[in-house]
T-cell receptor
């Protein structure tokens, strides 16, 4: 079983739409959680960390449910520039390893 | 600061050839990682080094070796390249705490014919 699973999409949404991505992880010992963004097979870049209480950064909101081992990312008022692949990332303390989901592709349409 | 520097950016090999992918960071980070990315597979961890002088296997280590010669540099070697190793390779480093972000190099596109 994969450590991190994501719906690969693709998600095609109009500008201004709200879109949500989900991610599940299999290891209950997972310690840290992140969403990364990747453009056109360039290097991934951190979008935001995910905290237990949930956190928001502008139009982006991340949620963590440890009981269900589930992470989500909500994007409000989608912009054309949000088009990218969004990667769910989980850190397992043992060995300091980071595991990536396969990514969810988002295209925002004018 | 240059951040994480990977070389080369592109490489074409014939089956059976060997090569080393170089990675260096100038941020005094403790941990370094090598990932490969294939279509539909996401990033998969090949090897990592939690600190200078230590290395450990990740999810897909077969066919690769690594060296962490000093704190700055973490190299990935393919002893006998195979077409299945055609991929995009990313090196990353981590300052210290696992709550911090990974810093990535710009990647190496490797094709094995």
């Amino acid at each position: 079983r994969k450590e991190v699973e994501q719906d690969p999409g693709p998600f095609n949404v109009p500008e201004g739409a709200t879109v949500a991505f989900n991610c599940t992880y299999s290891n209950s010992a997972s310690q840290s959680f992140f969403w990364y963004r990747q453009d056109c097979r360039k290097e991934p870049k951190l979008l935001m960390s995910v905290y237990s209480s949930g956190n928001e950064d502008g139009r982006f909101t991340a949620q963590l449910n440890r009981a269900s081992q589930y992470i989500s990312l909500l994007i409000r008022d989608s912009k054309l520039s949000d088009s990218a692949t969004y990667l769910c990332v989980v850190n397992i303390l043992t060995g300091n390893q980071f595991y990536f989901g396969t990514g969810t592709s988002l295209t925002v349409i004018p | 600061n240059a951040g994480v520097t990977q070389t080369p950016k592109f490489q074409v090999l014939k089956t059976g050839q060997s090569m080393t992918l170089q990675c260096a960071q100038d941020m005094n980070h403790n941990s370094m990682y090598w990932y490969r990315q294939d279509p539909g597979m996401g990033l998969r961890l090949i090897y990592y080094s939690a600190s200078e002088g230590t290395t450990d296997k990740g999810e897909v280590p077969n066919g690769y070796n690594v060296s962490r010669l000093n704190k700055r540099e973490f190299s990935l070697r393919l002893e006998s390249a195979a077409p299945s190793q055609t991929s995009v390779y990313f090196c990353a480093s981590l300052p210290g705490s696992t709550n911090e972000k990974l810093f990535f190099g710009s990647g190496t596109q490797l094709s094995v014919l």
